[in-house]
């Protein structure tokens, strides 16, 4: 399920409006740097976001990557609970709101939402962002100032998002957070880019969560072990990113659309029902019959071919997309 409109179209007008002005050549090089330290493995002892500029530019290249990556995140744990809903939501590391953004899109504007950053240039700007989107849940947002790292507390809350935040942190930082987080939440999202790195930390979480007692809800199709080998592979999914054009004039493309890989993990205190499978790869569509390659929970990993025979079945394979559950509910 894709965002609604009204919430996607929000967050460009609000970015449109609040980032116009912005030098050119200014918010360039913020990007590269800020991409330089996407890409990196190096954590930072103080916040990447430095000043407003950064900021900025941050938002205007990261925001609507992350708003798409948490809301299919969300789409999931939504699919695996859809009687559940949010009444409070902490979004740590939150900077400039873009995982708020997406929890208002897919639960309404039901949830009262806290956003911690250890940023105050990004908690600024994500304050004004909120204010811009005419959307209740948002414009009522908490905004703290709060370290992020292993000193963190957090109030007990319905939903916690991290997203885009463990690369930040040292190992036994990430440790102490997703810990807490657990202690915390009754459900936990966690998302990542969608590298190799990324999916190393994404596994890592999915342990702690799991040793603190709660069940997996999404994207596996279980609690047990990974059935991927280290180094062998990475479980990752992809969410095509509309982009406007400030988005395409801050990163340089000339594509209406670009397509955000992230990898993730959803977690609950409460009973869910995962996919019985998951759809790892895009499916390959071929003359009379689709190649589906599936995560199982008894079979682990496998290929499933379905076959034009299959009547509905094949029409639902034709229509599968890279993470959807299969088969469809």
């Given at each position: 399920m894709n965002a609604s409109p009204s919430t996607a179209e929000a967050l460009r007008g609000a970015l449109a409006g609040l980032l116009d002005g912005l030098p050119p050549t200014q918010a360039a090089q913020a990007v590269d740097r800020l991409i330089s330290h996407y890409r990196g493995t190096v954590p930072t002892g103080a916040p990447v976001l430095r000043d407003r500029s950064d900021v900025a530019a941050y938002a205007a290249y990261r925001m609507p990557a992350t708003f798409e990556a948490v809301r299919a995140a969300l789409d999931a744990l939504r699919a695996a609970a859809p009687g559940w809903a949010p009444d409070t939501h902490t979004d740590i590391g939150g900077g400039t709101g873009a995982a708020s953004w997406a929890v208002a899109d897919a639960w309404g504007s039901s949830a009262r939402t806290t956003v911690l950053d250890w940023a105050e240039p990004a908690l600024a700007l994500g304050r004004e962002l909120a204010a811009a989107s005419g959307i209740p849940s948002l414009r009522a947002a908490a905004w703290r100032r709060s370290r992020i790292s292993a000193a963190l507390r957090v109030e007990s809350t319905d939903l916690v998002t991290v997203s885009y935040v463990l690369n930040e942190l040292t190992e036994r930082d990430r440790t102490a957070l997703v810990?807490?987080?657990?202690?915390?939440?009754?459900?936990?999202?966690?998302?990542?880019?969608?590298?190799?790195?990324?999916?190393?930390?994404?596994?890592?979480?999915?342990?702690?969560?799991?040793?603190?007692?709660?069940?997996?809800?999404a994207p596996c199709p279980h609690s047990g072990a990974c059935p991927i080998e280290p180094g062998t592979d990475w479980c990752h999914f992809a969410t095509r990113v509309s982009r406007s054009s400030l988005h395409r004039q801050v990163k340089g493309g000339s594509l209406a659309y670009e397509d955000e890989k992230f990898a993730y993990v959803a977690a609950t205190r409460f009973p869910v029902v995962p996919a019985p499978a998951r759809v790892t790869r895009r499916p390959q569509i071929r003359k009379g019959q689709v190649l589906l390659e599936l995560c199982t929970e008894d079979d682990g990993l496998r290929r499933e071919t379905v076959a034009k025979r299959h009547g509905t079945l094949y029409k639902a394979a034709r229509d599968a997309a890279w993470g959807d559950e299969w088969p469809p509910r």
């Amino acid at each position: 399920m894709n965002a609604s409109p009204s919430t996607a179209e929000a967050l460009r007008g609000a970015l449109a409006g609040l980032l116009d002005g912005l030098p050119p050549t200014q918010a360039a090089q913020a990007v590269d740097r800020l991409i330089s330290h996407y890409r990196g493995t190096v954590p930072t002892g103080a916040p990447v976001l430095r000043d407003r500029s950064d900021v900025a530019a941050y938002a205007a290249y990261r925001m609507p990557a992350t708003f798409e990556a948490v809301r299919a995140a969300l789409d999931a744990l939504r699919a695996a609970a859809p009687g559940w809903a949010p009444d409070t939501h902490t979004d740590i590391g939150g900077g400039t709101g873009a995982a708020s953004w997406a929890v208002a899109d897919a639960w309404g504007s039901s949830a009262r939402t806290t956003v911690l950053d250890w940023a105050e240039p990004a908690l600024a700007l994500g304050r004004e962002l909120a204010a811009a989107s005419g959307i209740p849940s948002l414009r009522a947002a908490a905004w703290r100032r709060s370290r992020i790292s292993a000193a963190l507390r957090v109030e007990s809350t319905d939903l916690v998002t991290v997203s885009y935040v463990l690369n930040e942190l040292t190992e036994r930082d990430r440790t102490a957070l997703v810990t807490e987080a657990a202690r915390a939440a009754r459900a936990v999202v966690i998302v990542e880019p969608g590298t190799p790195d990324g999916y190393a930390r994404i596994i890592a979480a999915r342990d702690l969560l799991i040793a603190a007692g709660l069940t997996v809800a999404a994207p596996c199709p279980h609690s047990g072990a990974c059935p991927i080998e280290p180094g062998t592979d990475w479980c990752h999914f992809a969410t095509r990113v509309s982009r406007s054009s400030l988005h395409r004039q801050v990163k340089g493309g000339s594509l209406a659309y670009e397509d955000e890989k992230f990898a993730y993990v959803a977690a609950t205190r409460f009973p869910v029902v995962p996919a019985p499978a998951r759809v790892t790869r895009r499916p390959q569509i071929r003359k009379g019959q689709v190649l589906l390659e599936l995560c199982t929970e008894d079979d682990g990993l496998r290929r499933e071919t379905v076959a034009k025979r299959h009547g509905t079945l094949y029409k639902a394979a034709r229509d599968a997309a890279w993470g959807d559950e299969w088969p469809p509910r």
